[in-house]
């Protein structure tokens, strides 16, 4: 019985294998160490608990010396080596995709587009993981639909889900990211290019699944959601109804659509694309001259 899940409103019964009883004796200022060994690899009980544990203290320590992050000098030197090992346990494999996502937020949930990439550089970029990062891009344009990036994935039967106006907007900031910090124009080139103008295009002329009704309205400002629907970071909802109504133009939305036209502007240039370059710095000095008139302190 979990009293805080309880608290939580959550069902705070659960039912245990309990596999058996394990005593040991000791004697007095006797030390001992105890090993669980659990794996599903077919050689078991070949696998020493000892030699498994120092595999991957080689591992997190290599890691950390990759980064850089960390030199004699360094102030704080322990905490922020355990800042970079922390990060390590939020990457994961999909075997199904064969590429590395980010797990946003144990236990609850598993990689959510919004989530994963405000979290990419920090994890990723700052601690030059470089070729998981590319695996992370790619994850999140692989099932991306009607110019969405999914949401998240169904902790269920992994269904992709798109009730998120603003992971789309993300993926640009974090491509620029990896591009500031890699250099790397080519990967991006061939990977994601024409992914992006497509997300572009959708958010110009609508995307309405799953009731997201997003589309540009023609002060080039983004309008997204219904009086019903809940597509931005703050999607609480009690009962059916939202605990935050935004539907409507969205200031940090809004903000993002001007920074992912910028990132094309960029992009554009580089692919020597004239009329796209042309076209995104018309709407990005339209979308800037709407956002000062109509969001002001």
């Known amino acids: 019985f979990y009293i805080e899940e309880e608290k939580r409103g959550f069902d705070p019964i659960e039912n245990h294998a309990i596999p058996g009883r394990y005593e040991i004796e000791l004697k007095p200022n006797e030390e001992k160490n105890i090993s669980f060994v659990f794996s599903l690899?077919?050689?078991?009980?070949?696998?020493?608990?000892?030699?498994?544990?120092?595999?991957?203290?080689v591992r997190?320590?290599?890691?950390?010396?990759?980064?850089?992050?960390?030199?004699?000098?360094?102030?704080?030197?322990?905490?922020?080596?355990?800042?970079?090992?922390?990060?390590?346990?939020?990457?994961?494999?999909?075997?199904?995709?064969?590429?590395?996502?980010?797990?946003?937020?144990?236990?609850?949930?598993?990689?959510?587009?919004?989530?994963?990439?405000?979290?990419?550089?920090?994890?990723?970029?700052?601690?030059?993981?470089?070729?998981?990062?590319?695996?992370?891009?790619?994850?999140?344009?692989?099932?991306i639909k009607y110019g969405l990036v999914p949401n998240g994935y169904s902790g269920y039967d992994n269904r992709p889900l798109y009730n998120s106006a603003d992971a789309s907007l993300l993926l640009f900031e974090e491509i620029k990211k990896y591009i500031n910090y890699t250099n790397d124009y080519k990967f991006i080139k061939d990977n994601f290019y024409i992914c992006l103008k497509k997300i572009?295009?959708?958010?110009i002329t609508g995307i309405d699944v799953d009731d997201n009704n997003i589309y540009m309205e023609r002060d080039g400002l983004i309008h997204s959601g219904t009086?019903?629907?809940?597509?931005?970071?703050?999607?609480?909802?009690?009962?059916?109804?939202?605990?935050?109504?935004?539907?409507?133009?969205?200031?940090?939305?809004?903000?993002?659509?001007?920074?992912?036209?910028?990132?094309?502007?960029?992009?554009?240039?580089?692919?020597?694309?004239?009329?796209?370059?042309?076209?995104?710095?018309?709407?990005?000095?339209?979308?800037?001259?709407?956002?000062?008139e109509k969001f002001y302190n």
Request: glycine share 4%; with cysteine; proline share 3%.
């Open 227 to 292: 009086i019903n629907t809940q597509n931005t970071w703050m999607d609480v909802k009690y009962d059916g109804i939202p605990a935050t109504p935004r539907n409507g133009k969205p200031v940090e939305i809004n903000a993002m659509w001007y920074n992912a036209l910028k990132v094309m502007v960029e992009l554009a240039e580089y692919q020597k694309d004239e009329s796209k370059k042309e076209k995104y710095e018309r709407m990005a000095n339209k979308c800037k001259k709407s956002f000062r």
């Open 200 to 203: 572009i295009e959708a958010y």
């Open 60 to 143: 997190l320590k290599k890691i950390v010396t990759d980064t850089g992050l960390i030199n004699e000098n360094t102030e704080d030197k322990e905490l922020i080596e355990d800042f970079i090992i922390t990060t390590d346990s939020f990457i994961a494999y999909r075997p199904s995709f064969g590429l590395h996502t980010i797990i946003a937020g144990y236990p609850w949930f598993l990689d959510w587009g919004r989530d994963s990439l405000i979290a990419f550089e920090g994890l990723l970029l700052k601690t030059k993981r470089f070729d998981i990062a590319k695996e992370v891009l790619l994850t999140f344009i692989r099932d």
């Open 41 to 57: 690899e077919e050689n078991i009980d070949e696998i020493k608990a000892e030699d498994v544990i120092k595999q991957e203290e």
